[in-house]
């Protein structure tokens, strides 16, 4: 599953995933690597996190390591619903849905370039940690925000449950052009949270593409510059 590419036949809604971590690790699929995690607690499921773009452009990222401190979303109501998925409402009216550029979820200038692989710190790194933090505490939960995609006639290429189904676009779905701008909408942005310590302690990751721009219709999404 490559950036924005979408799965043939699959039924895709917006929405949040929340579940127990079963593992994780780096795919390399053509020229869009993602990192995939298997998501249990309420059946299987998949997040596919971009970690390298299709068109070449930069991926931009903000990692919390301290994000319930933040104070700038109470992940606690997430925690305490039913394991699965949820579809949430995206536009001017949504209910639930991420923006990042309305919630002031974190600072949005201090998005950076982080490699997809490599030695010291890199996307790939920076997860392997956490998953395998996740793996090892009973309590870490996930919490995903994203494009949901289920096709009942495949099977998972990567951890092999049956039917295939996930959550993937984990990145901004605003400020887009061109081939993309279908994609543009606001409160609907995707993003990757891991609790522990029953969400007393939340890491964060929010990715963004440089070609995306920041100044957005408060309607639509498409960029404003």
Known sequence: MTHRRKPPGAIRHYGVLVGTVVDGLQSSDGSSPHYEIHVGGA?????????????????????????????????KPYLQRD??????????????????????LFPVDA???IPATGRGVSLKN???ANIKRAKADRHAMV??????????GQTDKYFHFRPERGIHDIHMMQGNRG????????????????????????????????TQSLHTDDRTGAPLD
């Open 179 to 210: 081939q993309f701008a279908s994609d543009n909408r606001t409160h609907g942005d995707g993003a990757l949270f891991i609790s522990f310590d029953d969400g007393q302690e939340v890491v964060a990751l929010f990715v963004r593409f440089q």
């Open 126 to 128: 920076l997860l392997n």
């Open 83 to 104: 394991r699965g998925f949820r579809r949430l409402e995206t536009g001017p009216s949504g209910s639930g849905g991420l923006d990042y550029l309305r919630d002031k």
């Open 111 to 113: 998005m950076q370039p």
């Open 143 to 152: 919490i995903a925000f994203g494009e949901y995609f289920e096709d009942h």
């Open 43 to 75: 059946g299987d499921y998949r997040i596919a996190v971009n970690v390298q773009s299709v068109d070449d452009s930069e991926v931009l990222a903000y990692f919390d390591a301290d994000f319930a401190r933040s104070g700038t979303l109470d992940l």
